[in-house]
């Protein structure tokens, strides 16, 4: 039997999104082993984390990852107010939509115009595709840009933000810095709505894989922040259930855990989130959609370059809605009374479900702290992914073929900036 | 808009950190009121192009492995550099391809302001949170130095 063994690794990186491999051995015609390995650096902020005051918690895992800080902010203070019962105003709910609106816009602006579109569009990387695409790159990163000033303006800066508390916010915008956002916001709805009929216009690969979306869903709004996690197949449980439904495993070829439903491997982010509440999508989003005739299928991650589009429509225009009557409070956080116990939350970061969970001493110190993160999650689902795409694709092909088409299918989850902006590095050994 | 902007690119990961290290010192050395912007970023440099598209002159600081010894000092010359693909190829930075092909897209849509340069000093350990080391904490001393005159003392081409 002939067997070819092909070693597809990404370069080592020194950056906390990590560093990724791939390794495949085909044997014959047939793929025997797919083993994506992610090294995932939330397990190191788990234990930075322990005797930390609960207050130094949003700062600290904010430096988990560049793309979403805000994410990982809104996770943590969800489950310590939890724990601490603690009622935020309408206006701290409502401006922490509008902070994760401009994570959501910045993160997947990125992720379509210089990740996934030089895929869909033949290049070789960005750069090649700027200079034939020039306007519509500019349109991205001008979206880009307003989602950064999202956040800006109330993280105080978009890298690292630093405005985000346990109870509320450190400070409030003025309103007139926040209508000199609220100018922008009907260009970027715009632009958006361009975006989305463009990407509409893409041919994009049939792929009917048969596994479950999951995650928040919220009874009256898209799920940003509160909800209930549930799947395309019926799971419908409290974020505190996740534990007896979720398992992540140790696997020997990565230093990542993954995670899986049931024993089952699941997709979580903009795809799954579409799918499972579309019924709250912005009418715009929908009605574009709509002429477009495209039926969003959970099974085919090909989708998520759409849904992160329709994200970002729906994000820039409930932003606009949301800082329509601003009013600068007379106060922007709530007292805290700290108490001993078990804080848990998942939020819906830009890539997919981030689920914490805390265990806080008497004096507000953390004992313990568990980071599920999107990556984990939809490793497992990656590998089946791969094994799907390229067998489909058919084994025999050059090697190059099948390097360029796993590339594809890895940067189309978005796993992390490091892993989904390098090329991978194809070794080849034949024997 | 600021006159200059330097960028200072890093992670918590050991000799990784220079970057943010050297952007630290030098916005201490160079205080307020230079028309100087300082700002401490990751790899996604593009989060700031609306920054850089606005600055005259732009300034990135960031750990870049060529296979030296740990604390060389290197100096690019953005546009020429990356026009040439002489000096500069592949990742050479530590972040890989990100930065890199950041300053590429930013050439190609002519947002990358004409006096750019790439600052960079050799790594030694990149662990997840370690401090740098003290080898290259030397050489930073001495890139912030370089940077400082450059741009302070003796200004050229501003």
């Not at chain 1, 855990?257 to 491997?265: E, I, L, N």
């Not at chain 1, 039926?295 to 329509?324: F, P, Q, T």
């Not at chain 1, 890895?410 to 991978?424: E, V």
């Amino acid at each position: 039997m002939n067997k070819r063994e092909l070693e597809i690794k990404v370069p080592v990186l020194a950056r906390v999104e990590g560093e990724g491999s791939l390794e495949l051995l085909i044997e014959g015609e047939e793929l025997r082993e797919a083993k994506l390995s992610i090294f995932e650096p939330p397990r190191l902020f788990e234990k930075f984390l322990e005797g930390r005051h609960y207050t130094e918690v949003p700062d600290l895992v904010a430096r988990i990852c560049g793309i979403c800080p805000v994410a990982y902010q809104m996770s943590a203070v969800h489950a310590l107010e939890g724990l601490f019962d603690t009622r935020i105003s309408e206006w701290i709910r409502a401006m922490r939509r509008v902070y994760y609106c401009g994570e959501w816009i910045e993160s997947h602006a990125l992720h379509i115009h210089l990740l996934a579109l030089p895929d869909f569009l033949g290049y070789q990387s960005a750069p090649e595709m700027a200079k034939d695409h020039p306007l519509a790159v500019k349109r991205g990163l001008r979206i880009q840009a307003l989602g950064n000033d999202l956040i800006k303006l109330f993280g105080g800066r978009s890298v690292n933000p630093v405005g985000a508390e346990v109870g509320g916010f450190s400070g409030a915008p003025t309103k007139k810095e926040v209508n000199t956002l609220y100018s922008r916001l009907d260009q970027c709805i715009d632009e958006s709505a361009e975006l989305l009929e463009w990407l509409l216009t893409f041919s994009l690969p049939e792929s009917n894989q048969d596994f479950p979306g999951v995650s928040l869903r919220h009874e009256y709004e898209y799920p940003m922040n509160e909800g209930r996690l549930a799947s395309s197949d019926g799971l419908n449980i409290p974020v505190d259930a996740f534990e007896n439904h979720f398992v992540e495993r140790q696997v020997p070829h990565s230093t990542a855990f993954q995670c899986y439903r049931d024993d089952k491997a699941y997709l979580v982010g903009p795809l799954a989130r579409c799918v499972l509440n579309s019924q709250h999508l912005n009418k715009q989003v929908k009605t574009i959609l709509d002429a477009a005739k495209l039926k969003l299928n959970v099974g085919n991650s090909y989708h998520s370059l759409i849904a992160r589009a329709m994200e970002i429509l729906h994000a820039a225009s409930e932003a606009k809605d949301l800082l329509r009557n601003y009013v600068k409070p007379n106060t922007t956080r709530e007292k805290i009374i700290t108490k001993a116990g078990v804080a848990i939350a998942a939020t819906e970061a830009p890539r997919g479900t981030l689920w914490h969970r805390y265990e806080i001493d008497a004096d507000g110190l953390v004992c313990k702290a568990r980071i599920v993160p999107p990556t984990s999650q939809n490793q497992a689902r990656i590998e089946a992914d791969l094994r799907h795409a390229l067998t489909t694709l058919g084994l025999y092909r050059p090697e190059e073929e099948l390097r360029f088409q796993a590339e594809q299918i890895i940067r189309n989850y978005d796993p992390c900036i490091s892993c989904a902006t390098h090329f991978l590095d194809l070794r080849v050994n034949r024997q | 808009m600021s006159r200059v902007l330097i960028l200072g690119i890093g992670s918590d990961h050991g000799d990784d950190s220079l970057g943010w290290e050297a952007l630290r010192r030098l916005r201490k050395k160079i205080g307020n009121g230079q028309e100087i912007e300082f700002v401490e970023c990751d790899a996604s440099i593009l989060n700031c192009n609306e920054k850089i598209s606005q600055s005259a002159k732009l300034v990135l600081i960031d750990a870049i492995a060529n296979n030296g010894e740990a604390g060389e000092i290197y100096r690019f010359d953005l546009h020429s550099e990356l026009s040439a693909h002489t000096r500069i190829k592949g990742s050479m930075s530590s972040h890989g391809l990100n930065v890199l092909d950041s300053v590429r897209v930013l050439i190609v849509l002519g947002l990358l302001p004409k006096e750019s340069t790439l600052w960079g000093i050799e790594p030694g350990p990149m662990e997840p949170n370690t401090e740098i080391s003290s080898r290259v904490l030397k050489s930073v001393e001495r890139l912030v130095q370089t940077i400082f005159d450059e741009l302070v003392v003796n200004p050229v081409n501003s």
